[in-house]
């Protein structure tokens, strides 16, 4: 897993060895302040990591970020407003979880739309059946099928 | 010498994959037995030298002859032997080595298990694993080799990278290519019986054993990765839907599929044409996720141009078994007639909803994998896709599949009843409303998803209970009856319904995590004390020590319970001295299924040390259950009617027992 990456290319990437991500004294005096910054800081990418929110990451710019974050909550925004300032200074990369617009449209669509059409496939063929049911046995299929049975339980 | 002779045996397997390629495939067009017979044995002959090529690269590895750029790059004299030999694979040429191994040992297996295979569709699968394997020595040899000379040897070598030194990676990489590679012999079987254009319910006898071997394989793969990645990366989560760990969950979720389709297909000769491009499918994503690691195009659309001889390799090889695969899949798959009708409402009907969501799953596990890489090849724009997004799209879908896996076994093929089986799932639905019930009453509406995975987690536990309790007549008949009616149970029976306990402990233990998961971060000076969950930790000093390779501060910590100690963990920073690497190794204390979790922050300048402690309770039902699932497909892989050539009489007590 994180490990090919790392087999890839060798010491070569930037990966952490391990975290330290929040320290003590980047953190909120306020409990519930504190507990919205933690909740955005793991909505946002650390943008010099591989993959990493920057609640995870140890990388400077991560904690440069969970200031920022946190300064922003202290100033009184609102958590979108906090998401939208980062945007505006970061693009829309800072974003782990893509907002639904125009061309996140496939990626948000794409896993109902292929719910639906499974299950619309799935009611079509489940519908259609019925018509290739095999006609019932004559009376004479069903003697040949009674002695073929019949012989059946003869076998040791 | 050693390594020229490795090289050697590498192109003399080359050879015998071409050979091996076209005779087969001749002479199963010319029912030329002699012409099919020979891919038996250079199939042997083939892992015979890929054999004799790994073992000496292992030999330079282990004699540190650091003349083979890969062993400089990656070794070093001081390591411990057991480093010397995972960096064998720790590394992009190692690994692609171990993978044509345990590919031309599949193809071994064939040859030599598969005597009573069709001679013309044993023939034909073995030059299909052919064709895979000369791809991938070609690849090796002519973008990745592992045996080229360094002219002027240095004296010593560069080293592993510290953070792959564990204990853990000695076992993750093999266990994952056996399970991607495994599935190679399904797309094979799959590829052979397109060309054959026949295919009958005996292909999906001889299918399914691979299948379940792969799929064994992955899922202890998977967690062992998992697991690695908890301990290792330092903040305990055990789960990152990093593109590297979808890479790998993504033929999980098809191959799970498959197998679920290929019992549909043994049994009941339904659902062949699907099975078919299943068994594609996941084998191409196996090979998708060999190649998105391997050619770096995750960490950047820029680092796949970096070594274009490579990236055009993959590209090529993916498009030559993937687009090739599809286009034999449309062109032959109307050849191969339909069979088995059954009711929506079967067994058949359950498995067929099992694969729908599977696949949809791995499909947005897909989109969300490869979006941002298709978008900004497209528009140039970059967005992330994180796991906020996998937890809204990804969780849904798997729920609503744990909350299907019950009725699935319970349900009669061909045509079920669905109010019986609901009855019959009383004590199931009973267990599953009162935890989620009694969740509520104590944690209060906010853990609404907390009740929501324990409750299905129960359902599925006592589901798989039921469905044994009843084939076994537990509780109906004499305990001595229901004993020898157990003992009669087809294996697979059992496998299935341990396979759903594994995952529903799985499930417990994520919930479990998410949910009741505490942390506290402090500063702590020695004889400091921090509590957490009951437990109080005290700090007791750093002392200095040296390893092999390493020189490392090992921090001390006492934990009480209560005024008692209960035992003492010991984190560490350790610092490789040849690449000069500082990494930082958590200190586990395992309480039950619990754990408590210590990791090591910066040592400030007034002797204190930053500290993150975590309480991880019911963790270990994570891995515990993977492990469940992955006996669950050894039982299943131990039933007589998979073992290939069982005789006769497992077939009547496998009906007695339906």
């Known amino acids: 897993m994180r490990f090919l990456v790392l087999i890839a290319f060798g010491a070569a990437l930037a990966l952490p060895t391990y975290a330290r991500a929040v320290t003590p004294d980047e953190m909120l005096k306020d409990p519930a302040l504190e507990a919205r910054a933690r909740h955005l800081s793991q909505e946002l990418r650390c943008m010099v990591c591989q993959n990493q929110s920057i609640d995870d990451s140890e990388a400077p710019l991560a904690h440069d970020l969970r200031v920022l974050v946190r300064q922003r909550i202290a100033a009184g ?18 974003l782990l979880k893509p907002r639904v617009e125009w061309r996140t449209l496939i990626l948000w669509g794409l896993p109902p739309a292929a719910l639906l059409a499974g299950l619309i496939a799935l009611l079509a063929m489940a519908r259609r059946r019925p018509e290739n049911e095999p006609a019932p046995l004559s009376a004479d299929e069903r003697r040949r099928l009674a002695a073929l049975l019949e012989d059946g339980r003869g076998e040791p | 010498m050693i390594p020229e002779l490795g090289h050697y045996a590498l192109v003399l397997a080359l050879a015998l994959a071409l050979v ?70 720790g590394n992009h040429e190692g690994s692609m080595l171990l993978w044509v191994l345990i590919l031309s040992l599949f193809g071994a297996l064939v040859a030599v298990f598969g005597g009573n295979l069709p001679p013309t569709l044993k023939a034909n699968v073995l030059a299909v694993q052919s064709w895979l394997a000369a791809a991938f020595y070609l690849f090796i040899l002519f973008t990745s080799n592992p045996f080229l000379r360094l002219p002027h040897p240095p004296f010593e070598g560069r080293d ?14 093999p266990l994952l290519y056996l399970g991607y590679v495994g599935f190679s012999i399904a797309f094979s079987f799959a590829i052979a019986a397109l060309i054959d254009g026949r295919i009958d319910a005996a292909w999906a006898r001889w299918v399914r054993p691979w299948t379940l071997a792969a799929w064994m394989f992955l899922t202890l793969g998977i967690a062992m990765g998992s697991y690695w990645a908890y301990y290792t990366l330092g903040w305990g989560g055990f789960w990152f839907w990093d593109p590297v760990e979808n890479a790998s969950l993504m033929p999980w979720l098809a191959g ?19 099975t078919v491009l299943l068994a594609i499918l996941t084998f191409s994503l196996s090979l998708i996720g060999t190649f998105l690691v391997r050619s770096g195009v995750l960490t950047s659309v820029h680092a796949f141009a970096n ?9 090529a090889i993916l498009v030559a078994f993937i687009g090739g695969g599809l286009a034999l899949f449309a062109w032959r798959a109307p050849l191969l007639r339909r069979g088995g009708l059954f009711a929506p409402i079967s067994r058949e009907g359950a498995l067929i909803l099992n694969n729908l969501l599977l696949t949809t799953s791995c499909l947005t596990v897909l989109v969300g994998t490869l979006y941002p890489l298709a978008l900004e090849v497209a528009t140039g724009a970059k967005i992330s896709v994180g796991p906020p997004f996998f937890n809204l799209t990804f969780v849904p879908l798997f729920l609503l599949l744990m909350s299907a896996v019950p009725f699935g076994p319970l349900l009669a093929w061909k045509r079920g009843d669905l109010a019986g089986v609901t009855q019959r799932l009383t004590a199931a639905f009973a267990l599953a409303i009162l935890g989620a019930a009694a969740t509520l009453a104590v944690q209060g509406a906010a853990a609404g998803l907390t009740s929501l995975g324990l409750g299905l987690a129960l359902f599925v536990m006592t589901g798989a209970v039921v469905d044994v309790v009843e084939r076994t007549g537990l509780f109906r008949l004499s305990p001595g009856a229901a004993l020898s009616r157990a003992r009669g149970l087809p294996r697979a029976a059992w496998g299935t319904a341990f396979a759903h306990v594994g995952l529903a402990l799985t499930l417990i233990g994520i919930v479990a995590v998410e949910s009741w998961a505490d942390e506290r971060i402090v500063a702590l000076k020695p004889s400091q004390s921090v509590a957490l969950s009951g437990y109080d930790v005290t700090f007791d000093g750093v002392t200095a020590r040296n390893g092999p390779n390493y020189r490392e ?51 400030e300048g007034d002797g204190a040390v930053v500290v993150r402690l975590y309480h991880k309770p019911l963790v270990l039902l994570i891995w515990i259950g993977a492990a469940v699932m992955a006996l669950g497909g050894a039982l ?15 077939l009547r007590s496998a009906i007695a027992a339906e």
């Not at chain 2, 209960?566 to 930082?584: L, N, Q």
């Not at chain 2, 892989?637 to 998979?642: A, G, I, N, P």
């Open chain 2, 553 to 603: 501060r090992v921090a001390t910590f006492t934990v009480r319970k209560g005024g008692v100690a209960v035992g003492v963990m010991t984190p560490s920073k350790r610092s490789f001295r040849a690449r000069e690497m500082t990494t930082s190794q958590t200190a586990l204390m395992t309480l039950g299924l619990s754990q408590l979790y210590l990791a090591l922050g910066d040592v």
């Open chain 2, 20 to 89: 091996q390629s076209i005779a087969p495939c001749v002479g199963a067009h010319r029912r030329d037995g002699a012409l099919m017979q020979l891919a038996a044995s250079t199939a042997v002959m083939q892992f015979g030298f890929v054999t004799i090529s790994f073992a000496a690269l292992t030999a330079c590895y282990v004699t540190s002859d650091f003349s083979v750029a890969t062993v400089f790059e990656n070794s070093n004299s001081q390591m411990p032997l057991i480093y010397k030999l995972t960096s064998v694979w």
């Open chain 1, 77 to 94: 925004d609102s958590d979108r407003e906090v998401l939208d300032f980062l945007v505006a200074r970061y693009g829309e990369f800072v």
């Open chain 2, 307 to 315: 070594d274009p001889l490579r990236g055009v390799f993959i590209l």
């Open chain 2, 636 to 650: 299943s892989l131990s039933d007589r009617r998979l073992r290939v050539g069982a005789p006769r009489p497992a």
């Open chain 2, 256 to 274: 799970t599929a498959l197998l679920h389709s290929a019992a549909v297909m043994e049994k009941r000769n339904a659902l062949k044409i699907w």
């Open chain 2, 160 to 173: 592993l990278n510290p953070i792959l030194q564990d204990p853990g990676l000695a076992v993750h990489p």
